[in-house]
């Protein structure tokens, strides 16, 4: 495996469920990023992980609960979601946290609906 | 007010002519410009990045930026199919060290 993996590729679950999403990247970067994609609306920033530690928690909902056991995985838990919450959820890493010198890589996203 | 504007197209370019993207901020003191390009159902990926003023140039593909104006551009010549995509505009936030700000994109159709 190379660069950054998602899984799964595609979820669809009801509002009472239980579910996580997966991301690992295969970089050797210290810094990983969840994002939410909705049509036509800019990236927006989730949760910012620095070697293990949430940097970062946007005012996102409780629902959405982060977890990074080491600096190559990052999870996305979620329980009782909205039908809102359907997006592309993008998970993206980068050497470190130096702003614009870091360049973020992204995974392929999850495509999560909700019902 | 929106950080990063970018006009959300479809931008429709007749192949081998030159696509022109452009991307306004709101923020004077930003310092860092990135490019990703993003097909549909897939994730972003960049192409490129700027720090200065002018123009940096990677094969088909030209950044420009005029920081004075606050924009940035993004120039692909001998536009080919393949170039159909929606274009990311993202520029690095002020008061933070890693957060960037990013535009909707622009959807770009390469007509053959």
């Known amino acids: 495996e190379t660069g950054v993996t998602q899984t799964p590729r595609h979820l669809v679950m009801g509002m009472t469920n239980k579910k996580s999403l997966k991301c690992e990247q295969h970089l050797g970067h210290n810094a990983m990023y969840w994002y939410k994609q909705s049509a036509k609306k800019p990236l927006e920033l989730m949760f910012v992980y620095s070697l293990e530690e949430r940097v970062e928690n946007n005012s996102v909902p409780s629902r959405f609960s982060p977890e990074c056991p080491n600096s190559s995985h990052l999870f996305l838990h979620l329980h009782t979601l909205q039908p809102e919450d359907s997006a592309l959820y993008l998970c993206?890493?980068?050497?470190?946290?130096?702003?614009?010198?870091?360049?973020?890589?992204f995974g392929p996203g999850t495509r999560l609906t909700v019902l | 007010q929106k950080e990063v504007e970018q006009n959300s197209g479809p931008l429709s370019v007749p192949e081998g002519a030159i696509a022109s993207l452009n991307c306004t901020y709101s923020?004077?003191?930003?310092?860092?410009f990135f490019w990703y390009r993003q097909y549909s159902g897939k994730s972003p990926e960049l192409i490129m990045f700027i720090y200065s003023n002018g123009d940096k140039e990677d094969g088909r593909f030209t950044a420009q930026l005029n920081k004075a104006s606050q924009y940035v551009s993004l120039l692909i010549r001998d536009s080919q199919p393949s170039d159909s995509a929606t274009y990311l505009c993202?520029?690095?936030?002020?008061?933070?060290?890693?957060?960037?700000?990013w535009g909707a994109g622009t959807k770009l159709i390469i007509k053959p």
């Open positions: 993206a890493s980068s050497q470190d946290l130096r702003g614009g010198e870091d360049t973020q890589y």
């Open positions: 923020d004077r003191g930003s310092q860092s």
């Open positions: 993202a520029v690095n936030r002020l008061d933070s060290n890693y957060q960037l700000i």
